[in-house]
Every structure is written in structure tokens, then in C-alpha cells.
């Protein structure tokens, strides 16, 4: 884009400034009444969750730990009161949502990546007749679905927690797995993947350069699912389908949710998929209950920025001269889905940013006060509690990494605390 029309959106948008500024911002979304982008419905999340329930079966087969679960890949809600006592004025209730837990891959990318290998792997299995939809799904464990499978290839780009998803569930399947993984990406989540027999292609670009390879290697090939991290409805249905899961989970422990009792989840953002899954499965059970924050770095707000601008996937931060560089490497995205930006146009309460600072900080008190440890990006969620203490209700900050990161990892992590 070029510097006279990012002239004018500074112009027109005055909190760009900041933003260019690398200060940290809120930006409330004043569109909450218009019409809602349907692309995407209730029908395709609850289609998402029968999918999952059928895999049960399966996934219990293969990852043993699930067994306790039911086969049902999910992360616990927890209050966290000693956190909630140090952040003083504070006015409602906390709680973290543990996908730093989530089973397999100890990331909120778990639940799309994970679900979008499941219905490729389905897709394949009924059309070479491996099984039928009212089938026992463990079937697809027998050497001869695995066989099947190895004949196919999957390609992601990613910043790290995605193609860990993707490369884990896939492997596991049968599948080839190749993931393009950005120069943010970290060393432990490449050599995991080598370790499982996943093909990992190292970049020293950015986030969207990884992608863009592995759509084009996936292209030339009939054989190769490309998992698009910026585009894919099913990612976005996977994700979605925490909400059913987190309303059940607030049924369970009695936490009300109403105009008197309102729900404020922070959740953190990269190109937008997660959260925008999230946000949009909370919005369709909470309606005007709940409240949703898309939490970036100062140094990556590609969502904020395509959602004040209305321009999604067409400006970049580094349009604007924001570098894309911090610590939160899962957020490090220049470029926000247009696809979730518009999905997100009329049902989230607004982004805000996050120095890199706040996120090491954060890190000292949640070990400190809750002894959990999460990864720098998930971190960017907790600071939604302390911008919006006053607000009665349940807060529930999502935390969306950190169970598999390796001892030596923490320990570089703690010398920034
Ligand atoms: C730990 C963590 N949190 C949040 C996100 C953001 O998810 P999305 O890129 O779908 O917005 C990511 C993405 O990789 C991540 O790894």
C-alpha cells in the first residue's frame, strides 16, 4: 500500500498514530449493531462438534491419555484467585481457560489443526471406504487406514503452535506432513516435529512467507491438503467449538451469565483464527452478554489495524512501518485473516496492545501467584484483566500456550522475567 493512502488512514483513524507509535492502545468496536457476516453459522460449529464426538473414539485409541476424557480433546477452566487478589479495584470474578493444557499439542491450535487433519483424514476414509459415518472411528488406528493415509500429504505455514498441531494429528494418521515454519518459530517446536518424521522447511522470513510456500507447493500437487492458517473454515470451526465446551464448563460451576452477570474473555491474536473461532462460538450461545477482546503486541496489531481501517487483509503492519518483531511468536503475524476480520466486524467488544514487557512480567505473576506457566503470547490475555478490572462479572482470560514448552526454554524465559 502505498505511504500516501497509509497518509490518509492516519488521517482518518487518529488512534493509528499510537499504534504506529508502538504504544499500547484499546480500541473499542463501535459496530456492534450492524448486520452480522454469515459466511460462517451455527450449523458449521455444531457440524464441527459431531465430527469431533465421532473421532472419540479414535483419538482415545491413539493418544491413550485421552481415555480419562472420552476421547474429547479439552482444557479445564480455573478459577485463579491468588492472581485476582493482586490486581487491585478488581470488580468480578477470574478465571484462566487452560489451553495451554490442551491434550496432543498444548496450544489453543490444538482444536482447529487437530480438527481439520480429523475431517481430511474422514473425507479420505469414506471415499476409499475404509469406513462409514455410523461406524466406530478406531478403525482408522488398523495399519491398513494408516496405509491409505501415507499416500497423502499435508502442508501448513506456521509460526510454531499450528504446524505442531498439524504435524502431531497427522503423523499420528499416516499422513506426510510437511510445515513451513517462520523464522519466529521456536527451536524445541522444529526438532518435536523431527522427531515424529515431520518435514520441517525453516524460513528466515516471516510468518506470511511460510504460508505462501506451503501454498504453493500444496497447489502443484493433488495429493496435498493445504491448511490455510488465513483462510480455512475449518480451523475456524474447530476452534469455534470451544465455546460449546466453555458454556457447559460455566453450567457446570453454577457462573451465571446475564446483563447483571457479564462474560469478558481477553484472548490473544495472531492471524485471527483462534480467537476469531472462539469469539464468534461465544457470541452465538452469549449474545450481547459477552464481551470479547482480541489481545496483539504492540509490535504485530495486524488485527487492530485491519479492524479500525475495515481493510483486514489488505494492510499490513509493516505498511505502516511496524516491524512484527516480539516475543509473543505465536502473535507475530503482519498480516490479519480477512475472512475472520469480517466474521469479526459486528461481534467482538474491541482489540487492545501489549508491550512485550507486560508479557515477562505476567509470566513472573502467574507462576508466581497461580504456579502456571504459559508461553509469552498467551500471556498478552492476562493484561485484559488488569484494563478492564472495574467491569463487574466473570473474567476469564484465555491462555493459549505453554504446557509443552521444554525446562531449557523456561529457563530463557526466566532470565527476561
Ligand atoms: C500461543 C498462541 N496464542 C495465540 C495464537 C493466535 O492464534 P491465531 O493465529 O489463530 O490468531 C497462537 C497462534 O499460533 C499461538 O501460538
Avoid at 482518518?12 to 459466511?39: G, M
Avoid at 461406524?135 to 488406528?141: E, F, N, V
Avoid at 504456579?371 to 498478552?380: D, V
Avoid at 484465555?398 to 522475567?417: D, I, N
Wanted: aromatic share 10%.
Amino acid at each position: 500500500m502505498d505511504t500516501q493512502k497509509i497518509q490518509q488512514l492516519i488521517e482518518d483513524y487518529p488512534l493509528l498514530r499510537q499504534i504506529v507509535a508502538t504504544q499500547e492502545v484499546i480500541w473499542e468496536n463501535y459496530r456492534t449493531q450492524q448486520a452480522h457476516d454469515e459466511t460462517f453459522t451455527v450449523t458449521d460449529m455444531l457440524e464441527a462438534q459431531a465430527r469431533l464426538a465421532r473421532f472419540a473414539p479414535y483419538l482415545q485409541t491413539v493418544f491413550p491419555a485421552l481415555r480419562e476424557h472420552n476421547g474429547i480433546i479439552e482444557s479445564p477452566l480455573r478459577a485463579v484467585p491468588q492472581l485476582q487478589s493482586t490486581i487491585e479495584g478488581f470488580a468480578g470474578q477470574l478465571y484462566i481457560k487452560c489451553d495451554h493444557e490442551l491434550p496432543i499439542s498444548g496450544s489453543i491450535k490444538a482444536r482447529g489443526g487437530i480438527y481439520e487433519v480429523l475431517k481430511f483424514a474422514e473425507t479420505i476414509a469414506l471415499e476409499q471406504q475404509l469406513l462409514s459415518i455410523e461406524d466406530t472411528y478406531d478403525i482408522l488406528a488398523l495399519p491398513q487406514c494408516k496405509e491409505v493415509f501415507q499416500r497423502y500429504k499435508i502442508a501448513v505455514g506456521s509460526t510454531g503452535n499450528l504446524g505442531l498441531s498439524i504435524g502431531l494429528m497427522g503423523a499420528t494418521l499416516g499422513f506426510q506432513v510437511t510445515v513451513h515454519m517462520s523464522a519466529d518459530a521456536k527451536q524445541w517446536k522444529k526438532d518435536l516435529l523431527r522427531s515424529r518424521g515431520v518435514e520441517v522447511i525453516e524460513y528466515a522470513a516471516d510468518y506470511s512467507v511460510a504460508v505462501e510456500h506451503g501454498r504453493q507447493e500444496a497447489a502443484q500437487d493433488p495429493y496435498c491438503h493445504f491448511v490455510d492458517d488465513e483462510n480455512s473454515r475449518d480451523l475456524f470451526a474447530g476452534y469455534s467449538v470451544a465455546a460449546l465446551r466453555v458454556a457447559q464448563q460455566l453450567k457446570d460451576a453454577a457462573i451465571e451469565v446475564s446483563a447483571e452477570q457479564p462474560l469478558h474473555i481477553y484472548i490473544p491474536c495472531g492471524v485471527g483464527g483462534g480467537p476469531g473461532g472462539v469469539a464468534f462460538g461465544l457470541h452465538e450461545l452469549f449474545g450481547e452478554h459477552v464481551h470479547v477482546y482480541f489481545a496483539e503486541p504492540t509490535h504485530a496489531p495486524c488485527m487492530t489495524i485491519g479492524m479500525i481501517t475495515k481493510l483486514y487483509d489488505a494492510v499490513s503492519v509493516q505498511d505502516f512501518g511496524i516491524d512484527g518483531i516480539t516475543e509473543a511468536d505465536g502473535l507475530a503475524v503482519g498480516r490479519a485473516s480477512g475472512f475472520v476480520g469480517q466474521m469479526m466486524e459486528s461481534r467482538i467488544a474491541g482489540c487492545y496492545t501489549v508491550e512485550d514487557n507486560f508479557l515477562f512480567e505476567s509470566m513472573k505473576q502467574v507462576l508466581e501467584t497461580e504456579q502456571m506457566f504459559l508461553e509469552p503470547s498467551a500471556h498478552a490475555a492476562v493484561k485484559g484483566a488488569y484494563l478492564f478490572r472495574e467491569r463487574p462479572g466473570t473474567h476469564i482470560i484465555w491462555a493459549t500456550g505453554g504446557s509443552m514448552v521444554p525446562a531449557e526454554q523456561r529457563a530463557l524465559y526466566a532470565q527476561k522475567m
